[in-house]
C-alpha cells in the first residue's frame, strides 16, 4: 500500500504524492497486496458498466454543449459532461454531472454506486477543458490505477458517514482522493470513516509566508547584485533535495516532545524561531490531539534528521514582491502596505517521517480490510478506510496528528534559516527586518470541525483537505485577534515563475466547501509529460526573462517543475473568488526560487 515501482523516486525520502508522475507506480504496488487497483469486483463491474457501456469515450457534442452553456453563464439546459456510452445518462429527469452555473459542475448521487451525497467542482472553462481531457484519456481508469479526477470525488462521496465531497479548481487526480478534494464526514454516522487517502503522503504538506520591510528596489540596485547574493545564500543555507539531512541536532526525547507540542515545544529552543510565530499559524502550530506513541520507530528515524529540509519534488523557498494590493485594510492587518514589499514563502511538509505515517497505515488498514472486508464494498481500493471511533482509526489520527506537529516545527526551522539568511545579506537583525510570520496554513490534513449542512443539520465533521486549505471567515473564533476582522488569510503558492496569491476566508465557503479553499496552481501535465514536452534551456531562459533567480540542486526537476506543467493560478483564484469562497487580498511575483 503507498508507493513503489514504476517512478523510483516515488519511494524516496521528501517526494510527497503530487510530486510523483504515477506511471505503473500506484498499479505495481497495489498488486503486492494482492489486487490491483481496479480488481474490485462487484461494485467496481457496475462502475464500469456505468462509466463505459463502450469505449468509455466522451461524446464530443456534449463537451461542446457544456462549454457553450459556460460561455453563456449559466447551467440551464447543460448537457451531461460525462456520457454513459454514447447515451446521455439520467437519473430521475436529471443529469448526472451537469454544469449547474458558471463556476460548480455538480456530480449527482448515481454516478458510482451508493452515493451518500452530491460531489462538486468548481471551474470555469478553461479548467473544465482540462478535467474533461483527464477523464477522455483515462479510458476506464486513470493512468497507474489512479481514477479521474471526477470519478474520485464521485466515490469519495460513498464513502460511510460522507456528508459532502467538493473538488477546488486545482484539482487533480490523486491516490484514491483527487488533490484538490474537500471531504466531510459526519463523525456521528453509523461507521463514520477516516482515510489515510484523504490526507495524503505528506502530511501537513504546507505554506508559511514571512514578511519584511525590504524592497523590491533595495534588491534590484547595481544590476541586481544583492538578488543573486540572496538566493546564493539562501541556497547554502536551506537543506533541500530528495534524502537531504539537516545539520540541526535532535535527540530522540527531543523529537518526541515535537511530535506531540509542535511548535509550543519550540518557545527560546532555537535562534530564529520566534515566540510569537505561532500565533499567526494554523491550530497556533499545536494539534493537540497528537500522539507520538503511534508514530513508528522508522517514521521517527526517518524525520529526525530532516528537521529544517525543504525535500524536492514542488517544495521551495522562494522569496517574493508584493506585485498588487486588492485589499488593503486586510493586507494592512497582515503587515503589507506597499507594492515592492518582500516576502518569502516556504512550501513543504513532514518529510520521510509524514511519508512513513501514511505508508505504515495503509498497509495496516489493508490488512484489516482483508480480514474484516466491510459491509459496503470501496468503489476504489485506494480509499482504503477505517472507522473513525475504532483503535485502528484512532491510532491513525494520533499519528497523523504528530506528524503535522513535526510539519509546523520543520518550516519553523526554514524560517529561521531564512532569516539568519536576510541577516547575513542585509546586514540587520531579522527584527528590525520586520520577518514576521504573516500566516502558516496546511493544505493535506484531516480536522475535527463544526459545520452546518445545507439542509439546516449542524454536524461534527471530519474534514479531509487533501491539497485545499482552509478558509474561515472573519469572526471565527480559531482565527488570532489580527485577523477577527479581515478573515484568514489563506497562501495560495503558484508554480515555478508564476504570480502566488494571498487570499482571505469568507462566510459562502464555510456553505459551500466546509470553509476550504484552493491551495496552488494544480498540475495539468505528468511529471514524464513534462520531461518530454518542455526543454529545460527554455524554462531556464523564460525564467532569465522573468527576472526569476534559480538555485536548484536537481536539473531535472527544471523541466517538471515549469509554469507549463501546471494549470493557470490566475484561473484558479478567480474561479475561487467567483464562486465566492475566497477573496483576493494581494498577489504576488517570485524573485528567487530555492529548489531541491
Same mark, same amino acid.
Given at each position: 500500500?503507498?508507493?513503489?515501482?514504476g517512478?523510483?523516486?516515488?519511494g524516496?525520502e521528501?517526494?510527497a504524492?503530487?510530486?510523483?508522475?504515477?506511471?505503473?507506480?500506484w498499479r505495481?504496488?497495489?498488486?503486492?497486496?494482492?489486487a490491483s487497483?481496479?480488481?474490485?469486483?462487484?461494485?467496481?463491474a457496475?462502475?464500469?458498466?456505468?462509466?463505459?457501456?463502450?469505449?468509455?469515450?466522451?461524446?464530443?457534442?456534449?463537451?461542446?454543449?457544456?462549454?457553450?452553456?459556460?460561455?453563456?453563464?449559466?447551467? =440551464?439546459?447543460?448537457?451531461?459532461?460525462?456520457?454513459r456510452?454514447r447515451?446521455?445518462?439520467?437519473?430521475?429527469?436529471?443529469e448526472?454531472?451537469?454544469?449547474?452555473?458558471?463556476?460548480?459542475?455538480?456530480?449527482?448521487?448515481?454516478l458510482?454506486?451508493n452515493?451518500? =451525497?452530491?460531489?462538486?467542482?468548481?471551474?470555469?472553462?478553461?479548467?473544465?477543458?482540462?478535467?474533461?481531457?483527464?477523464?477522455s484519456? @483515462?479510458?476506464?481508469?486513470?493512468?497507474?490505477?489512479?481514477?479521474?479526477?471526477?470519478?474520485?470525488?464521485?466515490?469519495?462521496?460513498?464513502?460511510?458517514?460522507?456528508?459532502?465531497s467538493?473538488?477546488m479548481p486545482?484539482?487533480?487526480?490523486?491516490?484514491?482522493?483527487?488533490?484538490?478534494?474537500?471531504?466531510?464526514?459526519?463523525?456521528d454516522a453509523?461507521?463514520?470513516?477516516?482515510?489515510?487517502?484523504?490526507?495524503?503522503?505528506?502530511?501537513?504538506c504546507?505554506?508559511?509566508?514571512?514578511?519584511?520591510?525590504?524592497?523590491?528596489?533595495?534588491l534590484?540596485r547595481?544590476?541586481?547584485?544583492?538578488?543573486?547574493?540572496?538566493?546564493?545564500?539562501?541556497f547554502a543555507?536551506?537543506?533541500?533535495?530528495v534524502?537531504?539531512? @539537516?545539520?540541526l541536532?535532535?535527540?530522540?526525547?527531543?523529537l518526541?516532545?515535537?511530535?506531540?507540542?509542535?511548535?509550543?515545544?519550540?518557545?527560546?529552543?532555537?535562534?530564529g524561531?520566534?515566540?510569537?510565530?505561532?500565533?499567526?499559524?494554523?491550530?497556533?502550530?499545536?494539534?493537540?490531539?497528537?500522539?507520538?506513541?503511534?508514530v513508528?520507530?522508522?517514521?521517527?528515524t526517518?524525520?529526525?534528521?530532516?528537521?529544517?529540509?525543504?525535500?524536492?519534488?514542488?517544495?521551495?523557498?522562494?522569496?517574493q514582491?508584493?506585485?498588487?494590493?486588492?485589499?488593503?485594510?486586510?493586507a494592512?492587518?497582515?503587515?503589507? =502596505?506597499?507594492?515592492?514589499?518582500?516576502c518569502?514563502?516556504?512550501?513543504?511538509?513532514?518529510?520521510?517521517?509524514?511519508?512513513?505515517?501514511?505508508?505504515d497505515?495503509?498497509?495496516?488498514?489493508?490488512?484489516?480490510?482483508?480480514?474484516?472486508?466491510?459491509?459496503?464494498?470501496?468503489n476504489d481500493?485506494?480509499?482504503?478506510?477505517?472507522?473513525?471511533?475504532?483503535?485502528?482509526?484512532?491510532?491513525?489520527?494520533?499519528? %497523523?496528528?504528530?506528524?503535522a506537529?513535526?510539519?509546523?516545527c520543520?518550516?519553523?526551522?526554514?524560517?529561521?534559516?531564512?532569516?539568519?539568511?536576510?541577516?547575513?545579506?542585509?546586514?540587520? @537583525?531579522?527584527?528590525?527586518?520586520? %520577518?514576521?510570520?504573516?500566516?502558516?496554513?496546511?493544505?493535506?490534513?484531516a480536522?475535527?470541525?463544526?459545520?452546518?449542512?445545507?439542509d439546516?443539520?449542524?454536524?461534527?465533521?471530519?474534514?479531509?483537505?487533501?491539497?485545499?486549505?482552509?478558509?474561515?471567515?472573519p469572526?471565527?473564533?480559531?482565527?488570532?485577534p489580527?485577523?477577527?476582522?479581515?478573515?484568514?488569510?489563506?497562501?495560495?503558492?503558484?508554480?515555478?515563475?508564476?504570480?502566488?496569491?494571498?487570499?482571505t476566508?469568507?462566510?459562502?465557503?464555510?456553505?459551500l466547501?466546509?470553509? @476550504?479553499?484552493?491551495?496552488?496552481?494544480?498540475?495539468?501535465?505528468?511529471?514524464?509529460?513534462?520531461?518530454?514536452?518542455?526543454?529545460?534551456?527554455?524554462?531556464?531562459?523564460?525564467?532569465?526573462?522573468?527576472?526569476?533567480e534559480?538555485?536548484?540542486h536537481?536539473?531535472?526537476?527544471?523541466?517538471?517543475?515549469?509554469?507549463?506543467?501546471?494549470?493557470?493560478?490566475?484561473?484558479?483564484?478567480?474561479?475561487?473568488?467567483?464562486?465566492?469562497?475566497?477573496?483576493?487580498?494581494?498577489?504576488?511575483?517570485?524573485?528567487?526560487?530555492?529548489?531541491?
Amino acid at each position: 500500500a503507498g508507493f513503489a515501482g514504476g517512478d523510483a523516486r516515488c519511494g524516496k525520502e521528501g517526494v510527497a504524492e503530487d510530486e510523483c508522475e504515477g506511471g505503473g507506480s500506484w498499479r505495481t504496488k497495489r498488486r503486492k497486496v494482492g489486487a490491483s487497483a481496479r480488481d474490485d469486483s462487484g461494485a467496481r463491474a457496475k462502475v464500469e458498466e456505468i462509466r463505459d457501456n463502450g469505449d468509455g469515450e466522451l461524446d464530443r457534442r456534449s463537451v461542446e454543449r457544456v462549454e457553450a452553456g459556460m460561455e453563456a453563464g449559466t447551467g =440551464t439546459g447543460a448537457d451531461s459532461v460525462v456520457e454513459r456510452g454514447r447515451t446521455a445518462a439520467e437519473q430521475d429527469g436529471e443529469e448526472l454531472v451537469e454544469l449547474v452555473d458558471a463556476n460548480r459542475l455538480i456530480i449527482r448521487r448515481g454516478l458510482v454506486p451508493n452515493m451518500r =451525497t452530491d460531489g462538486y467542482c468548481l471551474v470555469n472553462k478553461a479548467l473544465l477543458a482540462t478535467l474533461l481531457q483527464e477523464l477522455s484519456s @483515462s479510458g476506464a481508469g486513470s493512468a497507474g490505477g489512479m481514477r479521474p479526477s471526477i470519478e474520485q470525488v464521485a466515490n469519495v462521496a460513498a464513502l460511510p458517514g460522507a456528508v459532502g465531497s467538493v473538488a477546488m479548481p486545482d484539482i487533480h487526480c490523486g491516490y484514491g482522493f483527487a488533490i484538490g478534494n474537500v471531504a466531510a464526514i459526519d463523525v456521528d454516522a453509523p461507521g463514520a470513516v477516516v482515510s489515510p487517502g484523504g490526507v495524503g503522503f505528506d502530511i501537513n504538506c504546507g505554506v508559511r509566508l514571512l514578511r519584511s520591510e525590504v524592497m523590491l528596489e533595495e534588491l534590484l540596485r547595481r544590476d541586481g547584485r544583492k538578488q543573486r547574493q540572496l538566493a546564493d545564500v539562501l541556497f547554502a543555507n536551506v537543506p533541500a533535495g530528495v534524502g537531504t539531512r @539537516s545539520a540541526l541536532r535532535c535527540s530522540r526525547a527531543r523529537l518526541e516532545e515535537l511530535l506531540t507540542r509542535g511548535m509550543l515545544a519550540l518557545d527560546e529552543l532555537h535562534d530564529g524561531v520566534w515566540p510569537e510565530d505561532r500565533a499567526h499559524c494554523e491550530e497556533g502550530g499545536c494539534i493537540a490531539a497528537a500522539d507520538a506513541r503511534c508514530v513508528s520507530e522508522r517514521a521517527k528515524t526517518r524525520g529526525i534528521g530532516q528537521l529544517g529540509t525543504l525535500g524536492a519534488g514542488n517544495h521551495y523557498a522562494e522569496v517574493q514582491a508584493v506585485d498588487e494590493i486588492y485589499d488593503a485594510a486586510a493586507a494592512r492587518a497582515m503587515g503589507i =502596505t506597499r507594492v515592492g514589499q518582500i516576502c518569502v514563502m516556504i512550501h513543504t511538509g513532514s518529510r520521510g517521517l509524514g511519508h512513513q505515517v501514511c505508508t505504515d497505515y495503509l498497509k495496516q488498514i489493508d490488512a484489516h480490510l482483508a480480514e474484516h472486508p466491510p459491509s459496503q464494498p470501496l468503489n476504489d481500493r485506494q480509499l482504503a478506510c477505517v472507522p473513525v471511533a475504532s483503535p485502528l482509526g484512532s491510532a491513525y489520527l494520533g499519528a %497523523m496528528n504528530a506528524a503535522a506537529n513535526f510539519a509546523f516545527c520543520n518550516r519553523s526551522f526554514i524560517a529561521a534559516q531564512v532569516r539568519r539568511s536576510f541577516e547575513q545579506v542585509f546586514g540587520a @537583525s531579522a527584527r528590525e527586518l520586520g %520577518m514576521h510570520v504573516i500566516y502558516d496554513v496546511c493544505h493535506n490534513i484531516a480536522k475535527r470541525e463544526t459545520h452546518k449542512l445545507s439542509d439546516g443539520r449542524t454536524v461534527a465533521a471530519l474534514v479531509h483537505r487533501k491539497g485545499a486549505t482552509r478558509a474561515f471567515p472573519p469572526g471565527h473564533p480559531s482565527l488570532p485577534p489580527a485577523y477577527q476582522r479581515c478573515g484568514q488569510p489563506v497562501l495560495v503558492g503558484g508554480s515555478m515563475g508564476t504570480s502566488s496569491y494571498v487570499l482571505t476566508g469568507t462566510q459562502r465557503a464555510m456553505e459551500l466547501t466546509f470553509g @476550504s479553499t484552493c491551495h496552488g496552481a494544480g498540475r495539468q501535465l505528468s511529471r514524464s509529460k513534462a520531461l518530454h514536452s518542455l526543454a529545460p534551456d527554455e524554462v531556464l531562459a523564460a525564467l532569465a526573462a522573468r527576472g526569476v533567480e534559480l538555485r536548484m540542486h536537481n536539473k531535472k526537476l527544471v523541466a517538471e517543475e515549469a509554469c507549463e506543467a501546471y494549470k493557470n493560478i490566475h484561473d484558479v483564484v478567480d474561479v475561487c473568488e467567483a464562486a465566492g469562497i475566497s477573496s483576493k487580498c494581494f498577489r504576488l511575483r517570485p524573485i528567487a526560487v530555492i529548489k531541491g
